[in-house]
């Protein structure tokens, strides 16, 4: 490692690149070697399928016209006495016996005259052997005898003897399967060439294939590789084309988008958090330093020294309850459940009516059934609840918490739909107060994390309350809302859900 890093950073940053290009040739080499492969088998078996059936098809066909020429020989003899003379020659009009022999298969004849003496030699000569000579003395007519492979000068002929009758002589027919074997080799060769030839190319196409999809992959590695060693999160991945690398690279583009945005929201959380605690924390070390001259203190500025302490660190204790709350509801780990908010509601009102002593009023119209997380609604509803009981301290009217659903009437035309009210399928929860309300410039920030408003600066509280319920409804599809009531107070709420 000490090595490493003493290498100069052109050089290692070329030692990256070739591994990089180790491993991407390795994956473009099994990627091209496979496609030859599975070109090749499918080629050889599409090949070899193919040579052996034209094969089977020639040797069939032959054969078959080889039968067929030996049965009208026999059948010319049985039919009428031919002597050895009616084979042996051939005139100008071609209809002769001998040409009724040769037109159909192009064979070759040998006539036999009695005792098996040859009368007329075909060319090339066939052999004579004890077989035929005894065809040659048959009495009866169409007598054969066959030979299925004969050597006559190099060449392999098929061979049929058949008995003139009443001891008269025979005519072999021969045929050439050499001719057949060399045609059926060339074709052998040539199926091999071609063969060879889509081997080849299905290399060269899978070899461009493949380096045409890893290109693509290199600059999707190389961009990893700058993020993990930069740690720059905004950097940008190369997409192009629809497939699945380029829907690879989209998701890690939009993968890393994420990540600096959330990387952006921990800075700024760290930040705003910082800030926030300074004040606090100076405040108690200020008191902290007092304590050292607590006995040289009057009693009453002792007892508002332990006061101020105690004000201070339960400030404390509630802004890093609160940024723990924030942090645990950006998670998202909570499992979302049917769940009504009315009854939510109901929870909260209670929880902040033992806190406060403050009288609050739940209203519901509507279903107010939604989807959602328990804990983080609970959460939002009970921050707009001591949120209202904080602004509007002293207060004699009730606090109100209205929870509206969708109505799901039987039918509504379009002209009798409802004005007003919450998005199509949304829940809307409202807070109304009767406290001092929101000046109209602080109604677009009131969300916004750490901000207080200027009459809210000398009140207890972190400015992360509002900012919880905005992450919350955000997170469940709706979004947080803040308005001036009228006669006095503001309505703040969320929704839940809704199109």
């Not at 003899?77 to 037109?103: C, E, N, Y």
């Not at 406290?435 to 969300?447: K, M, Q, S």
């Amino acid at each position: 490692m000490r090595l490493w890093r003493r290498l100069p950073r052109g050089l290692r940053a070329r030692l990256r690149l070739r591994a990089r290009l180790r491993q991407v040739s390795s994956l473009r080499t099994t990627f091209t070697v496979s496609f030859a492969a599975v070109a090749a088998g499918v080629t050889v078996l599409v090949g070899f399928l193919s040579y052996d059936a034209a094969a089977r098809l020639v040797r069939v066909d032959q054969q078959t016209v080889f039968a067929q020429v030996v049965a009208d020989l026999r059948d010319q003899v049985g039919q009428k006495q031919l002597m050895p003379d009616d084979f042996a020659i051939s005139d100008r009009d071609h209809d002769t016996p001998r040409d009724d022999i040769i037109r159909p298969a192009r064979t070759v004849v040998q006539v036999l005259g009695p005792g098996g003496s040859v009368v007329d030699h075909s060319n090339p000569a066939l052999p004579v052997v004890r077989d035929d000579m005894r065809i040659a003395e048959s009495a009866k007519a169409g007598k054969l005898v066959e030979h299925s492979s004969v050597n006559v000068d190099g060449d392999v002929y098929r061979v049929a003897t058949v008995a003139l009758g009443h001891g008269q002589g025979a005519v072999q027919v021969a045929q050439e399967l050499s001719s057949t074997e060399d045609l059926l080799r060339s074709l052998q060769q040539r199926t091999a060439l071609l063969m060879g030839a889509v081997v080849i190319a299905a290399g060269l196409f899978g070899w461009w294939l493949a380096r045409r999809i890893t290109g693509r992959l290199v600059r999707l590695a190389g961009a990893a590789e700058d993020v993990a060693r930069t740690r720059r999160l905004g950097i940008q991945v190369p997409v192009t084309g629809n497939d699945e690398v380029a829907r690879l690279g989209r998701s890690f583009d939009h993968m890393l988008g994420r990540l600096a945005q959330s990387e952006e929201d921990q800075r700024r959380l760290v930040q705003d958090a910082g800030h926030e605690l300074r004040t606090p924390l100076t405040s108690l070390r200020t008191n902290i330093s007092l304590l050292r001259r607590i006995d040289e203190l009057p009693p009453a500025t002792r007892e508002e020294l332990v006061a101020d302490l105690a004000l201070e660190s339960r400030e404390l204790t509630d802004l890093v309850n609160e940024l723990v709350d924030l942090a645990a509801g950006q998670s998202d780990t909570e499992p979302v459940q049917r769940l009504s908010l009315a009854g939510l509601a109901e929870e909260a009102a209670t929880i902040v009516r033992r806190r406060t002593g403050r009288d609050i009023v739940v209203r519901t119209t509507g279903d107010t059934t939604v989807d959602g997380r328990t804990t983080s609604l609970q959460r939002a509803v009970s921050n707009l609840l001591e949120n209202a009981a904080k602004f509007d301290r002293g207060g004699e009217a009730p606090i109100e918490i209205v929870v509206t659903g969708p109505q799901h009437p039987p039918q509504l035309e379009d002209s009798d739909a409802p004005e007003s009210g919450p998005p199509l399928g949304s829940v809307r929860v409202e807070v109304l107060d009767r406290g001092p309300g929101i000046e109209e410039t602080d109604l677009l920030r009131v969300f916004d994390r750490f901000y207080r408003a200027a009459d809210a600066r000398s009140l207890p509280g972190s400015g992360l309350g509002l900012s919880i319920v905005q992450d919350v409804a955000t997170s469940h599809g709706g979004a947080a809302f803040a308005s001036r009531r009228e006669g006095g107070g503001a309505i703040l709420g969320f929704t839940v859900g809704g199109t």
